[in-house]
């Protein structure tokens, strides 16, 4: 079973389907940040749905950038799909538990419901289309069923779902995202409605093993579907680009660096992935950093 992103019309070319099942993903980005579970859910989820939302985007170098602040413990999360599949992100405290009475993780809790939801695409335009909406209940799903309806005007069905095991590891994890297109009609929008109470929690079909299609013709047995695409984990840092990001930084502290660190090290927040620059590669940076600002100086 491959993680992939399988987007489908149904009911008559009224509804718009987005399936994807991302175990493999959310796995990986749980060893990167090696993250609670309760944390693992709730950067699972995001991850997933923007991992929904990039299946849209037409060339490799367009993205998708999501970022929710619920002011819950958790802090930020950010995640970052591009559209060749590629999916990265993080939460700026992992290591977060919570739990409800009832044993399941309480992830409303660790993400908070007192911010925003914001969603950027990138696609080649001069500006990116941004759009922004409350917090519903910090359990991801509601919350972009919500942004759908607001800020793109489409009454959307949201499932996602982490399934963590007892060790934090990863058993599965997936989400759907069905949305009305313009003209529907009122029965398909009450077949519609009635089909949704039947559906079982995501996380329910993937550990059943259900692939990304299975689940859509499953739940929509008049399902056209209209393109595969590959989901992973990856992220595109690189030692140049943190070499080339210090290069802006101030010559005050670029040398305070060599003089009183003699050396540094860099984490990306991403994939938690170390580089470390001696003093040497520091002289070197700042060498450069200088050789530019006098290029510039005499232009």
Known sequence: MKDETVIAEAMNQQVRIHCARSTDMVSAAQKAHDSAAACTAALGRTLTVTGLLASDLKQKEEHVRVRISGGGPIGRIICEGDGAGNVRGFGENMNIYASRPDGHLDVG??????????????????????????????????????????SEQTPSVVSVGVLVNTDSSVLAAGGLIIQLLPGAQEETISALEEMVKTMRPMTEYMQEGMEAEELILHLFPDARILGHRQLRWHCDCSRERFSDAMMTLRKEDI??????????????????????FSEEDLREILEKRLHVEDRNRTS
């Open 255 to 276: 040398a305070s660096m060599i003089e009183e660190d003699h050396g540094a090290e860099i984490v990306c927040q991403f994939c938690q992935r170390k580089y470390v």
């Open 109 to 150: 809790k660790v993400v908070g419901t007192e911010g925003t939801l914001q969603v950027s695409r990138d696609m080649g335009l001069k500006e990116p289309f941004t759009g922004t909406v409350e917090l519903v209940s910090g359990e991801i799903g509601e919350d972009f069923a919500r942004y759908f309806a607001v």
